[in-house]
């Protein structure tokens, strides 16, 4: 693997994770990470891409390890100062990360795509590893609940994920096209495998898929493409995964990912607790330790991500 | 004077000193500081206005006192953070200080004029007095120095005034008008006295005396106007009052001062190092310590400038 690129899927923090282990593990340039931009959102004036950042800071370990989010040892007197003149408190924007957001803005208004800009601060925080937009449009993921239609950051800081989930979209993404970086990544003839990392399949990889054209080109790569299940034993890690499958009639299970992510990919790898469910697949499946909990725990699931891939290559290589 | 109202003219931070005393002897309302725009830019996407922001700071004991501008604990993560992605740092923001840039920049985008914003944002901090932009329009301060046209900004911070001037100028002044508070205020009956407050005569007081109509309601007020010299025994008490003076050929002395605002002051407040200037000027002069370098000294000086303001109101009154 290492003579080849590896192409991974990511939103939030659990994608963020396993991303880490995969870029300690892959040489500089190696690893394109395609991510999610549907969460992304206009907030004081300030254009916010909470996935980026997310991805950006785990890359480099600048992450606040206990919210898996933010900065650590970040301070928050612009949200005190904020506070006290009126201003909108709801979305915490610690002050170091404050420059992400000033930074960001300043040079999409000076014309400068999300790519570009995104490329430029990694190489800056010396991310040795290509951190990619999925798309340099706009998408926005939009949650259609009890409460009515939110905006995703509204349902999901604001309203704390509570309401009811009916259905999700992705305004924008028929029109939007992969960004270039993304379609030169999945071209590469280098490239040797696709991992969809364990992110939220219906909020996160699936604002990705949306965008024309990008769902084709993944499915019919000729390298293998692995997901690995964001569910262990019926209950997600983070987030509201599990709550939204409950809530759109989907079983809690790692089976129902890959049922979701049918015809994308072929393989996927599951946590010891989902072990029973292997047999009842149709694709390979790879069980392990999927929760990574230290960063020993990370490296260790990239490793095996990347045999497995590299064992099912070879595999698709010798059917060819 | 305690019935009517005052007026006061005033920049950054010899100003602002003035102004905070003047705030602590006058009835809620009755204070009315018209704030010179002339430095306000635009930086990194935010929308600044340094002498508002140092009058704010200053009325709601905010103040950096050292500094005179700025916020007191403040905290930088903002500036080290930006530094590290590659942004512009000559400017210092700090980390509370850039709630007022962000929440000001959010509700001028969204409409709002620059009066109406620092108006809610001063009533925010509990400041009683009236804190006046000169004007909503865009006036912007350049300096004319050996090293070419200079914004204000990058003249005074970025260049730390180290070029020779030439002259100054106010673009957008002609076509300005003064912001409606600015004109009501000029215009209430009850008002009492216009003072000059002790600010840079050529960078904060001209702008505001360069926007339309300005000077001519101020020359012509019915109430006595009273300017307070920044400069103190040929030397400027902060900044750099008097190395401009000299570039342009002007002595730096209160004699210039008072020539400077000839036909708009009836009277002039000088420190008792100036006290043998006095018998040469033709306006009243009152003399005293205007060496303002505690709350104290604030409050004794606003008191000597409202009770002479308070004496020449008498005599204008008996001599109508």
Chains 1, 2 share one sequence.
């Not at 600048?62 to 933010?70: F, H, I, R, S, T």
């Not at 129902?256 to 607790?273: E, K, M, P, S």
């Not at 292997?278 to 990370?298: G, S």
């Amino acid at each position: 693997m290492t003579k080849g690129t590896l192409v991974a899927l990511t939103g939030g923090v659990g994608g963020a994770k396993l991303a880490a282990g995969l870029a300690r593990l892959m040489p500089a340039g190696k690893l394109k990470l395609i991510v999610n931009t549907g969460d992304d959102f206009e907030h004081l004036g300030l254009q916010i891409s909470p996935d980026i950042d997310t991805l950006i800071y785990t890359l480099a370990n600048l992450v606040n390890q206990e919210n898996g989010w933010g900065r650590r040892d970040e301070t928050w007197s612009f949200m005190q100062a904020l506070g006290e003149l009126g201003g909108e408190t709801w979305f915490r924007l610690g002050d170091a990360d404050l420059a992400m957001h000033v930074e960001r803005t300043r040079r999409l208004r000076a014309g400068e795509t999300l790519s570009q800009i995104t490329a430029t601060l990694a190489r800056k925080l010396s991310i040795a590893s290509d951190i990619l937009p999925m798309t340099d449009h706009r998408v926005r993921t939009r949650v259609e609940t009890d409460a009515g239609t939110l905006d995703f950051q509204d349902y999901f800081v604001r309203k704390a994920c509570k309401p009811t989930v009916n259905a999700i979209r992705f305004d924008g993404a028929e029109g939007a096209q992969p960004a270039a970086g993304v379609i030169r990544a999945l071209e590469d003839p280098d490239l040797r495998a696709i991992i969809i990392c364990p992110s939220n399949p219906y909020l996160s990889i699936d604002p990705l898929l949306s965008i024309a054209g990008l769902r084709e080109r993944i499915a019919t790569a000729a390298v293998p493409v692995i997901a690995v299940s964001p569910i262990i034993g019926g209950a997600a890690v983070k987030g509201p995964t599990a709550k939204i499958m409950k809530e759109l009639g989907i079983a809690q299970c790692s089976l129902a990912i890959a049922q979701h992510y049918r015809g994308l990919i072929d393989a996927i790898v599951l946590d010891h607790a989902d072990r029973h469910l292997a047999e009842q697949l149709a694709i390979p499946a790879l069980v392990t330790n999927t929760l990574m909990r230290c960063e020993q725990d990370r490296e260790r699931l990239a490793e095996e991500c990347i045999a497995f891939a590299a064992q099912l290559h070879g595999r698709t290589r010798a059917g060819a």
